[in-house]
């Protein structure tokens, strides 16, 4: 598991508001982009998102994640 990977891919998940929209916006299957937040999800040992059929949600933990991802990606790109 790529860690900073997982990370980016968290990120873009939340700013394109699906996985569709990461994958299409990363140019990867939707499936990679769902494999690395359920890893992310394990290694972490919280869930992110609330999830239902039609929409995302993030979680307490995954608002509190989103903004330390996002300086963390922009102080190591």
């Known amino acids: 598991m790529d ?3 997982n990370m980016s891919a968290f990120v873009r998940v ?3 508001g699906s996985i569709s929209g990461a994958a ?3 140019d990867v299957a939707k499936s990679v982009v769902s494999r690395r937040l359920k890893e992310l999800e394990e290694y972490l040992g919280v869930e992110l998102f609330h999830r239902t059929t039609r929409q995302m949600n993030l979680t307490d933990s995954g608002r509190a994640f989103y903004q330390q991802s996002v300086r963390i ?3 190591i790109l």
């Open 3 to 5: 860690r900073f990977e």
């Open 14 to 16: 939340v700013e394109a």
């Open 24 to 26: 299409d916006r990363m």
């Open 73 to 75: 990606l922009a102080d």
